[in-house]
């Protein structure tokens, strides 16, 4: 009789229970990124016009006024910009055309190439993984990309440090005419053993694309993931990237897309390959300049959650000088005298502040990403022509910044006065 009237009460005691299951697992689980993008954008975006919450350095009316006078430049075809002052974007805008004569306007959520801004994407998600414990850095990179073979056998020494700082002690560019001839990248890499090299690994600096690539490798290695999708669900998504992909199919599939443009004055319309997507850690990702003011804010510390201080510490921390950056960047030696690489990240003294960036060049596209970590103020830029017209910018912004007299970088009052740098970066590969 007892159990009999006790058994209503159990009864009712486990549906309870598992209703107090049910709504703690719903509520207290970690928020997914799906309700993290119902939630609204994780950073404001000001299109069109600085944001006017206070007051900063940087003259938003000249800046307009020099990038209008920019663009008046027959090579120049389309170009989006983003300025980011005390951790807030203060500007963001688009300027010219899709595609030369085409009258479709570059927006701020127009998708270009980032060309090799790719390797600090690459970088950022291999530290994330080692800062997880499910790799160690100093590992040699051949315990996880099995395609990787260097001269004497040093792929047994190589470190992933040495990969991501371009350490291997190979030329620069090694395989990169064979890459752009459609040859598979993991042959190549393993090819690289057929190669001389030009120190000992770890102690020098030669840009790679083909041996840096092994990144991507790295982390399908221990995630078990494509490469393109552990970005997309570990950085993108959840940093509110929502254009940026990886991939020529994704490029050629955005609403807008900027179409590359080569040959100097009066650019001309050039084909998108794969090239340079098939090595997706040195040159892979597309993206909106809003995607990149958010993937610059990220490197500032503004997403925590995503990047930590100590992963951030790790890939902009200097590993190797590079005085042949220096050099490349002769003409702006008043301002950056010295210049080193991280991991995926170039580091710079800039008028004595540290400035962390990078450049990126495939054939009709160009990139930029400037910024102070400290002041939390930089500026990105992306543009669809070869042509390095635009490469003053990033001093012009950066001088504004730090209230330092003014120049003109871009060259637009004072032409012939300083020479033009070389339509083609050296450091950024054969056509990379």
Same mark, same amino acid.
């Given at each position: 009789?007892?159990?009999?009237?006790?058994?209503?009460?159990?009864?009712?005691?486990? %549906?309870?229970?598992?209703?107090?299951?049910?709504?703690?697992?719903?509520?207290?689980?970690?928020?997914?990124?799906?309700?993290?993008?119902?939630?609204?954008?994780?950073?404001? &975006?000001?299109?069109?016009?600085?944001?006017?919450?206070?007051?900063?350095?940087?003259?938003?009316?000249?800046?307009?006024?020099?990038?209008? $006078?920019? &663009?008046?430049?027959?090579?120049?075809?389309?170009?989006?910009?983003?300025?980011?002052?005390? !951790?807030?974007?203060?500007?963001?805008?688009?300027?010219?055309?899709?595609?030369?004569?085409? !009258?479709?306007?570059?927006?701020?959520?127009?998708?270009?190439?980032?060309?090799?801004?790719?390797? !600090?994407?690459?970088?950022?998600?291999?530290? =994330?993984?080692?800062?997880? #414990?499910?790799?160690? =850095?100093?590992?040699?990179?051949?315990?996880?990309?099995?395609?990787?073979?260097?001269?004497?056998?040093?792929?047994?020494?190589?470190?992933?440090?040495?990969?991501?700082?371009?350490?291997?002690?190979?030329?620069?560019?090694?395989?990169?005419?064979?890459?752009?001839?459609?040859?598979? @990248? $993991?042959?190549?890499?393993?090819? /690289?053993?057929? =190669?001389?090299?030009?120190?000992?690994?770890?102690?020098?600096?030669?840009? #790679?694309?083909?041996?840096?690539?092994?990144?991507?490798?790295?982390?399908?290695?221990?995630?078990?993931?494509?490469?393109?999708?552990?970005?997309?669900?570990?950085?993108?998504? @959840?940093?509110?990237?929502?254009?940026?992909?990886?991939?020529?199919?994704?490029?050629?599939?955005?609403?807008?897309?900027?179409?590359?443009?080569?040959?100097?004055?009066?650019?001309? @319309?050039?084909?998108?390959?794969?090239?340079?997507?098939?090595?997706?850690?040195?040159?892979?990702?597309? !993206?909106?300049?809003?995607?990149?003011?958010?993937?610059?804010?990220? #490197?500032?510390?503004?997403?925590?959650?995503?990047?930590?201080?100590?992963?951030?510490?790790?890939? #902009?921390?200097?590993?190797?000088?590079?005085?042949?950056?220096?050099?490349?960047?002769? /003409?702006?030696?008043?301002?950056?005298?010295?210049?080193?690489?991280?991991?995926?990240? $170039?580091?710079?003294?800039?008028?004595?502040?540290?400035?962390?960036?990078?450049?990126?060049?495939?054939?009709?596209?160009?990139?930029?990403?400037?910024?102070?970590?400290?002041?939390?103020?930089?500026?990105?830029?992306?543009?669809?022509?070869?042509?390095?017209?635009?490469?003053?910018?990033?001093?012009?912004? &950066?001088?504004? %910044?730090?209230?330092?007299?003014?120049?003109?970088? /871009?060259?637009?009052?004072?032409?012939?006065?300083?020479?033009?740098?070389?339509?083609?970066?050296?450091?950024?590969?054969?056509?990379?």
């Amino acid at each position: 009789m007892f159990l009999r009237r006790l058994l209503p009460v159990l009864v009712v005691a486990l %549906v309870l229970a598992g209703a107090a299951w049910w709504a703690g697992a719903r509520y207290d689980a970690p928020v997914n990124v799906a309700s993290r993008a119902k939630a609204g954008p994780r950073f404001e &975006m000001p299109v069109g016009a600085p944001s006017a919450s206070t007051p900063g350095a940087v003259d938003y009316t000249r800046l307009d006024e020099r990038i209008r $006078r920019l &663009m008046n430049d027959p090579a120049m075809v389309g170009l989006a910009i983003a300025v980011v002052e005390d !951790g807030q974007i203060r500007f963001v805008k688009g300027y010219g055309e899709t595609g030369a004569g085409n !009258g479709d306007p570059v927006t701020t959520s127009t998708v270009f190439r980032w060309a090799s801004l790719s390797k !600090g994407v690459a970088a950022d998600m291999v530290a =994330l993984l080692a800062g997880e #414990q499910r790799l160690s =850095l100093f590992e040699p990179a051949a315990r996880y990309a099995n395609s990787l073979r260097l001269p004497g056998g040093s792929e047994a020494n190589v470190t992933i440090v040495d990969i991501l700082s371009h350490r291997t002690g190979l030329f620069a560019h090694a395989q990169d005419a064979k890459l752009e001839d459609g040859e598979d @990248p $993991r042959l190549l890499r393993a090819a /690289l053993s057929s =190669l001389h090299d030009i120190c000992t690994p770890g102690t020098c600096h030669a840009y #790679q694309n083909v041996a840096y690539d092994a990144a991507s490798e790295i982390v399908e290695r221990v995630t078990g993931t494509p490469y393109p999708a552990v970005v997309r669900e570990r950085l993108f998504q @959840p940093l509110g990237m929502s254009r940026a992909s990886i991939g020529r199919a994704e490029l050629l599939a955005a609403p807008s897309w900027a179409r590359g443009h080569a040959g100097g004055k009066n650019s001309q @319309p050039v084909e998108v390959t794969d090239s340079y997507y098939r090595v997706p850690a040195a040159g892979g990702v597309n !993206g909106s300049i809003e995607d990149l003011a958010i993937w610059m804010l990220a #490197q500032m510390g503004a997403a925590p959650d995503v990047l930590s201080r100590e992963v951030l510490a790790e890939v #902009q921390s200097p590993r190797v000088n590079t005085p042949g950056e220096t050099r490349r960047r002769r /003409l702006f030696t008043e301002r950056t005298p010295t210049s080193a690489y991280g991991l995926g990240w $170039r580091v710079f003294d800039y008028a004595g502040h540290r400035v962390v960036g990078h450049h990126g060049g495939v054939r009709g596209y160009r990139s930029m990403i400037l910024f102070d970590p400290a002041r939390r103020s930089g500026i990105v830029a992306l543009w669809n022509s070869s042509t390095n017209a635009p490469a003053g910018l990033e001093y012009e912004v &950066m001088d504004m %910044v730090y209230r330092l007299p003014s120049r003109d970088w /871009l060259q637009i009052d004072t032409p012939g006065q300083m020479a033009a740098p070389a339509e083609r970066p050296d450091n950024e590969g054969g056509s990379a």
